[in-house]
């Protein structure tokens, strides 16, 4: 199993994830220009794509959704509730998915797991590799963490897992009271320290890689998730490798493009 973030932020998202030969795409928030040259850097070409899935219907993450569904005929996986807040799909395309049933698709296994965010039906996305049984976890929109949700992601192989914001920075930055609201409540986005606490919970001797990802450009800094991050998995039975995914360049969790990485 390989996995690299080709957009993670406020602005844009979209991971690729592949299991031999089989290539997911979790959202589409870039369009078809960019996301082809991003793929491209990890050598993917957008029509090898088996299908895409989908947490949840805001703009960063289905911005290019649409378009690239169009270009490239992707299935599209999602809970019912999220295929039906985003337009322009064609029906034919739609794989409707309930929370906690595992899809199969080509060469691993698909599950959504639900998360509480002001979106119609978020999902995290729990993915399988059929043959090795190597487990991915991804989550990257949530304003808490449900105990449901550290349950699913207990003994992965990699993850991917949002540090949103931190919160002295959310308090002191340039975003309006509401703003400010809606990012530190229990439907938004969480803060490094709340990353911090499910690490603690999901850290075991068997995970490789951890991606923190959606980093606010505004409320936070790499060096800060990746800190905090860092404070906590060394206090586990964590070894592997830690980094943070970019918004504007691909970032793999280990190797070239994250912005800082380590290797506990
Ligand atoms: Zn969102
Ligand atoms: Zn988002």
Redesign the pocket.
Known sequence: MRFCALASG?KA?ATLVEVGATRLLVDCGLGPRILTRRLAEAGVSPASIDAVIVTHE?V??IKGLAQAVAKWHWPVVSTAGTLSAVSGLPRERLMPTPYGTPRAIGELTVELVAVPHDATEPAAVLVTATRSGARLGLS??LGHVPDALSAAFARLDYLVFESNHDEEMLRNGPYPPFLQARIASDTGHLSNRQTGDLLQRVAHKGLRQVLLA?LSQQNNEPTLAFDAACAVLQRTAFRGALACAAQDVVSFALGRGAQLEMSL
Do not use: V
């Open positions: 406020s998202n805001h960063d993450h990257t929109d959606h």
